[in-house]
């Protein structure tokens, strides 16, 4: 699978990851599934997994599943609250999930972010963050996600890019990139909604053939389609008549 330097940070990621959002929020008679998605998407190469507070269970049951890999993963997760409090108590777990570390801490929706950043800083600042960032599933919040990533105080950002949800293109892709932030890319399969018509491959590689982005992180419950994900991580990419053709086609 090819890697790519995650912005700033310096550090290569396998450009498939594993979203968690819908999926991993399992009770214990179903955690058997995470756990072999896990283990089939790290034999291909995955190593960026993502979650949130926000998705239930699903932190619980990655770490779970992550067992003695956790070492050699990248884990993303979220600040899913408007209260600091609140902001706390979802840490703590965290780093009880994750081995005590989180390697991208992110502002989920951008709630509270001024407030949530610094305490974030403070545990980055002690070790128990390596790097910050900021989400936003809404093109409406992208004017506030412009002024966070200008603030200088985050590395990643993570927004839905795919061929029905391009707007990312416009501004925050080209600022991304002139920041050198790294690019985490919700949604690539359109939240499901696009795989009626188009095969998951080709879709991941739409997304990925933008080299702004770093990451893709589709999310599934079944181990042949996270296996079908991870083997889209490989080029080539698609040229850009193509892409626009998927886009085109997408539009109908």
């Known amino acids: 699978m090819e890697r790519r330097r995650f912005g700033r940070t310096e550090l290569r990621v396998p450009v498939v990851g594993l979203g968690t959002w819908q999926t ?23 190593r960026f997994f993502d979650s949130s507070p926000m998705y239930g269970r699903a932190e619980g049951v990655l770490g779970r599943a992550l067992g003695q890999r956790r070492e050699a993963a990248w884990v993303a997760t ?5 209260s600091l409090g609140e902001a706390r108590s979802q840490f703590a777990h965290q780093l009880e999930f994750f081995g005590g570390r989180i390697d991208l801490e992110q502002v989920h929706n951008l709630v509270r972010w001024r407030e949530h950043l610094d305490w974030m800083e403070e545990e980055r600042d002690a070790g128990r963050i390596g790097f910050l960032g900021a989400t936003h599933y809404g093109s409406s919040a992208f004017g506030e996600l412009e002024e966070v ?12 890019y795919n061929p029905l949800e391009r707007d990312a293109e416009r501004r925050i892709l080209p600022l991304a990139a002139e920041l050198d932030l790294g690019v985490i890319a919700m949604r690539p399969l359109g939240g499901g909604s696009l795989i009626r018509r188009f095969d998951a491959a080709e879709l991941l590689k739409w997304t990925l ?18 296996r079908a994900n ?23």
Do not use: C, N, Y
Not at 24 to 31: C, L, T, W
Not at 78 to 82: M, Q, V, Y
């Open 149 to 160: 990533m200008r603030t200088g105080r985050i590395d990643a950002i993570q927004v839905p």
């Open 24 to 46: 991993f929020d399992v009770g214990p008679e179903r955690e058997g599934r995470a756990r072999d998605v896990v283990e089939a998407v790290w034999l291909d190469g995955t």
């Open 209 to 226: 053939a933008d080299m702004r982005v770093h990451v893709a992180i589709p999310a599934t419950s079944s181990v042949a389609h996270a």
């Open 78 to 82: 979220k600040i899913w609250t408007s």
């Open 230 to 252: 991870t083997k889209a991580g490989e080029p080539p990419w698609p040229a850009e008549e193509k892409r626009r053709r998927v886009v085109d086609l997408a539009r109908r």
